[in-house]
């Protein structure tokens, strides 16, 4: 499996992004999914959602005093952990172009 993660650190905190990739779109949706799955089964993350952000399914949900965004885009997974408020900045950042946001 090939992935990567990037730390971004500023004045409200620091905000991580890893990214994993997948041998097909397919397999990465079903392992968000898994994912998901068991985190609310037991896990110190709470008030789960399930939008559509642009053209993406995004799981949005809070923990450990941060905000997180979990989706499939492509091959791709994404896990977003922001500071409070500043997670849909970098949602922006990382979907795809093709696929524009609401503000």
Excluded at 68 to 84: E, T
Aim: charged share 15%.
């Amino acid at each position: 499996m090939k992935g990567a993660i990037a730390v971004y650190v500023g004045n409200g905190g620091k905000a991580m992004v890893w990214v994993s990739l997948a041998p097909s779109d397919k397999v990465a949706f079903q392992q968000v999914e898994v994912m998901m799955e068991k985190m609310e089964q037991g896990s110190p993350f709470h008030n789960f959602t399930l939008d559509k952000v642009g053209c993406l399914l995004v799981y949005h949900f809070l923990g450990l005093g941060q905000e997180h965004y979990l989706f499939a885009q492509d091959d791709s997974v994404y896990w977003i952990s922001a500071p409070m408020g500043d997670g849909v900045a970098f949602l922006r950042v990382f979907a795809r172009k093709g696929c524009p946001l609401s503000p």
